[in-house]
C-alpha cells in the first residue's frame, strides 16, 4: 500500500480544504509530534512532566475522537477492504499510546526508565502519523466524497470537544476505545458464559421436573 498511498495523500493535500478531517488530524498530528520531541529530549523532570501535562489530554481526545469519527467509518466499507486492517491498527496503536501516557504520568519524570518510556512513545507515535497519513489518508480519499470528509471533519471536532469537557453521552464513552479484536473477545466470552449458564439452568429445571416425575410415581 506504501508507495501508491503516498502518492495519493499528498495529491490530495493539495485539493483538501480545512474543514476536510485529513486537514484537522493532519493539524493534531503536527502538534503531538512537537510535543512529544521535545518531552523526550527535556532534561528536567519539571520540564518533562509540564510537556505531558499538555500531550497527554491532546492526545487521548484526539484518539478517542479519530476512532469515532474516522476509523468506524473506514470499518463500514465492504468487509473485504484495506480499510478494515488499517482501522483495526490503528485502534491497537492508541491504545498502547494510552498505556504510554498512562505510565509516564505514574512514573518519576528525573528517571531513566521514564526517559525511555517518553523515547518509545516519541517513536510509536511517528510511525503511527506516518502511516496514517499515507495509508488512512488515502483510503478516507478513496471511499469519501468532499461533503462526506467535511461531515467527518464535524464530527471529529465535536467528539474531540466532548473528551475534553469530560462529558459523558448516550452511545460513547470517556475511557480509550478498546480495539476491535479485544472487544470481539470480550463479547465471545460474554456470550459463552451466558450459554453455559443458560444450560446450567436448563439442565437444573429438567432435574427438578424428573425428581417431581418420581415423587408423584410414588
Known sequence: ???????????????????????????????????????????????????LAKLKPA????????????????????????????????????????????????????TDRWRANAKVLHELLE???????????????DHFERDQLEAMGAQFLREKADVLRGVKTPGRTAAPTRNRGAASTARATVSKSRKVTAAKRSGAAARKKQTGVRKTGR
Not at 86 to 103: I, Q
Open 1 to 51: 500500500m506504501g508507495f501508491v498511498n503516498t502518492v495519493k495523500a499528498l495529491s490530495a493535500r493539495a485539493t483538501m480544504d480545512s474543514e476536510d478531517v485529513r486537514a484537522l488530524l493532519k493539524k493534531d498530528h503536527d502538534e503531538a509530534k512537537a510535543l512529544a520531541k521535545q518531552m523526550h529530549e527535556a532534561t528536567a523532570a519539571t520540564r518533562r512532566m509540564a510537556l
Open 59 to 110: 492526545l487521548t481526545a484526539h484518539s478517542r475522537a479519530e476512532e469515532r469519527a474516522v476509523y468506524t467509518a473506514l470499518l463500514r466499507v465492504r468487509s473485504d477492504d484495506p480499510s478494515h486492517v488499517l482501522a483495526d491498527e490503528g485502534f491497537v496503536e492508541h491504545s498502547l499510546l494510552d498505556e504510554l501516557l498512562m505510565t509516564l504520568a505514574s512514573t518519576d519524570a528525573g
Open 127 to 141: 510511525h503511527h502519523i506516518t502511516e496514517e497519513q499515507s495509508d488512512v489518508f488515502a483510503k478516507l480519499g
